[in-house]
């Protein structure tokens, strides 16, 4: 039953009342997730949704896609979404986000049966596997993230099932093993690297046990390498070629929006992104341990890991491995270092996925299937102290029977805790069910229907998959037309800034956002505000309500009018004196910005959305009690500071002698084109110098910012 195994690749065959009793945790593990969803309907992560959205429009016959026949690339995982819309178009009757939590449960299930086989494997060792399995089943991350609809679950089943195929057998099919570590890779774009260090392993291995005859070696494995390739490539060539055709890129869009939106990331040299990639394995291993595990045991896992790996060098070392087994088994150590992938090439916003480390739960399943292996090795050398066989195995197995305390604790410490995790979950479901879906309800009853949406920090999910509307996300998950905007954040600009040079290049209407952000301006107008009461007095009370405002872009402004509200003035002198310098008046009926000048510039700044064909266009009219001789200048200057640039675009002088009073004398148009559809302040002053000049007052008549055809 317990029988003892040497460290090799030998991968040991399981009986059938071993597989039999394997399917305990993998009820626990069920259990768990249930009680936790029991009652709530929906999801609680808002990028469930957009799972949800893409394979009911596949379902539907309207292609890959967010925006109905819009192809586009929203969802990281193609296997999940492709597995989802087949599931719906052959159930139509149950609905697409019951079918994303059924894959994620469902994936759970199968990663907690194949991770006790896989410990088993490589130990022989019954009990320490049935340990493995129960304390996934329990681990409040995995059963917590098993309900959520998320692919998350499914990448880590495709993992366990890629090294299951790999490591049962040392001659197995290469193209089988090819076709495994393509669904990885289909999972999650990341599940590519297991496909690289599988590669570069294998590759390696002459070096290390075969040194003599290393061009003989790497000739015999070429075909079992192309093989590998060949099954790879059969799943994932076609996915690829897919999102290269439509999207211009190699990953999803889902990639480089959440990279793009790290300001500083895309600015950073290569020696510094390794150098983050270093700095987030800590920080990973720090994340990881706040999500579930006591201090004690994330300890000792990780020192039981590198135990592990310490008899696998062993092990190597007194005898020449299966190149294969070798390989998979470095693929296996790799994850230990896979936070280093997301600090150095993928530093997404939140680190690692946020709610409880999404993206590198791989670690925490490796982490326990990795530090049991070790700590069965360790049993073994205690047993070892004994002569006779039987003795040895007694011992190991008495051994691991201790295990199951702490496997009780474990059941006791989430029991305990299970009604605040509850509530935890049930509090995500609400914001999405509860007023994101409010949100999304009253834009396709009362919005109209070739309204276009821009959804903002409320996220893409729930708003865009139930409001019915043309949608466009800020983070740029389904639309890489903004990926240049996202790209301004890191030269410096301001991020709703360039939201708002997005909304007005795609003639948006209408924008979502948690409040504050994106407080009404002379863009922006409030149409509403949804609120969710079940959530007020809660921890997500901030997340409560949802604002619904309208975007406005006008193609004409009234300097005049706005400069009440929007307007300030500015004095270039070396000590300041704006005090009634600037009056909003009119001159013979015509409106009127009156500044009463000096031989230093006053400018008066307006910051807004600069019109399609932008051109500056106003009268200048003068004021004063003196008569004006030729010496007697007014000099104009206009320039845009955009992205904290100023940009001078005219300067001209005016001789002010036998200049009518308080009637236009100059017109002039100043082309802006340049920063049509830019945020950006335009500044336009004067300045006279001259013996008569003293007193004088310029007049700004009927400025406009405006498109001219």
Not at 60 to 65: A, H
Not at 74 to 93: D, E, L, N, Q, R
Not at 168 to 186: D, E, Q, R, V
Not at 330 to 352: E, N
């Amino acid at each position: 039953m317990n029988e003892m195994k040497s460290y090799s690749d030998v991968y040991i065959k399981p009986s059938r009342w071993m597989l039999l009793a394997w399917c305990a945790p993998v009820l626990c593990g069920l259990i768990a997730a249930m009680i936790l969803k029991h009652g709530i309907f929906g999801l609680p992560i808002d990028d469930a949704y957009i799972y949800v959205k893409y394979i009911q429009n596949i379902a539907d016959g309207n292609g890959y896609s967010f925006n109905p026949n819009e192809t586009s690339f929203g969802v990281t995982s193609f296997a999940f979404t492709i597995i989802g819309a087949a599931a719906k178009a052959a159930m139509p009757s149950i609905g697409a986000v019951a079918i994303c939590q059924w894959i994620s449960i469902m994936s759970f299930l199968i990663l907690l049966w194949l991770a006790q086989r896989i410990v088993y494997g490589l130990t022989g060792n019954f009990t320490i596997s049935l340990v493995a399995g129960a304390a996934l089943a329990l681990c409040r991350p995995l059963y917590f993230t098993a309900p959520s609809g998320l692919e998350t679950t499914f990448f880590l089943m495709a993992t366990a099932l890629m090294l299951h195929l790999g490591l049962k057998s040392a001659s197995g099919n290469f193209f089988l093993l090819g076709g495994a570590c393509s669904l990885c890779y289909l999972a999650r774009p990341e599940g590519f690297f297991f496909t690289l260090v599988f590669l570069g392993s294998y590759g390696f291995y002459p070096l290390l046990f075969e040194s003599e005859n290393v061009c003989n070696v790497w000739k015999r494995s070429l075909k079992s390498l192309l093989t590998f390739m060949a099954g790879f490539m059969l799943f994932a060539l076609p996915y690829v070629s897919f999102v290269k055709w439509h999207s211009g890129q190699w990953m999803p869009m889902t990639y480089y929006g959440k990279l793009l939106n790290r300001s500083t990331f895309t600015l950073e040299p290569w020696y510094g992104k390794i150098k983050a990639g270093i700095f987030a394995i800590p920080e990973a291993y720090k994340q990881t341990l706040v999500q579930d595990i006591t201090p004690f045991t994330f300890g000792l896992l990780t020192l039981l890991s590198l135990i592990s790996f310490a008899f696998f060098l062993l092990a190597c070392g007194r005898k020449t491995p299966n190149a294969r087994w070798f390989s998979l088994r470095i693929v296996m150590f790799s994850v230990f270092g896979f936070p280093f992938l997301y600090g150095a090439a993928f530093r997404a916003s939140p680190m690692f996925g946020g709610y409880f480390v999404r993206y590198i739960q791989i670690l925490i399943v490796m982490m326990h299937i990795e530090g049991l292996i070790g700590l069965h090795y360790l049993f073994k050398i205690v047993a070892n102290v004994m002569q006779k066989e039987d003795m040895r195995r007694y011992i190991i197995l008495f051994c691991s029977i201790l295990l199951f305390p702490y496997v009780i604790f474990i059941g006791y410490s989430d029991y305990k805790r299970f009604n605040r995790d509850k509530e935890f979950y049930s509090g995500h479901v609400t914001i999405n069910e509860g007023v994101r879906k409010k949100a999304a309800q009253w834009i396709d009853q009362n919005l109209e229907p070739d309204a276009r949406i821009l959804t903002s920090n409320t996220g893409l999910g729930v708003v865009g998959a139930y409001a019915n509307r043309f949608i466009r996300d800020e983070a740029g998950l389904i639309n890489s037309d903004v990926y240049p905007f996202l790209r301004g954040f890191s030269e410096g600009f301001n991020h709703w800034h360039k939201m708002m040079e997005y909304m007005k290049h795609l003639n948006i209407n209408y924008y979502t956002t948690f409040p504050p952000y994106g407080d009404d301006t002379r863009h922006t107008e409030t149409v509403i505000e949804l609120e969710e009461p079940l959530l007020k007095g809660t921890k997500f009370e901030r997340l409560m309500r949802v604002r619904i405002s309208k975007f406005v872009a006008p193609e004409e402004y009234d300097l005049w009018s706005d400069h009440k509200d929007e307007a300030v003035v500015v004095d270039r002198a070396e000590q300041s004196d704006i005090k009634d310098r600037v009056r909003l008046t009119k001159w013979n009926q015509q409106p009127v910005i009156a500044v009463r000048t000096s031989a230093d510039l006053l400018d008066i700044r307006q910051r807004m959305i600069f019109p399609s064909r932008a051109h500056f266009s106003s009268g200048l009219a003068f004021d004063s009690q003196s008569e004006f001789g030729p010496e007697d200048k007014v000099f104009v200057e206009v320039k845009v500071n955009y992205g904290g640039k100023l940009h001078p675009v005219f300067t001209k002088e005016y001789t002010m002698q036998g200049c009518p009073r308080r009637e236009q004398s100059v017109a002039f148009d100043v082309d802006l084109t340049q920063f049509s559809g830019k945020f950006a302040f335009l500044l336009y002053g004067v300045r006279a110098v001259g013996s008569n000049t003293r007193g004088l007052w310029v007049g700004w008549m009927n400025p406009k910012l405006q498109s001219v055809k």
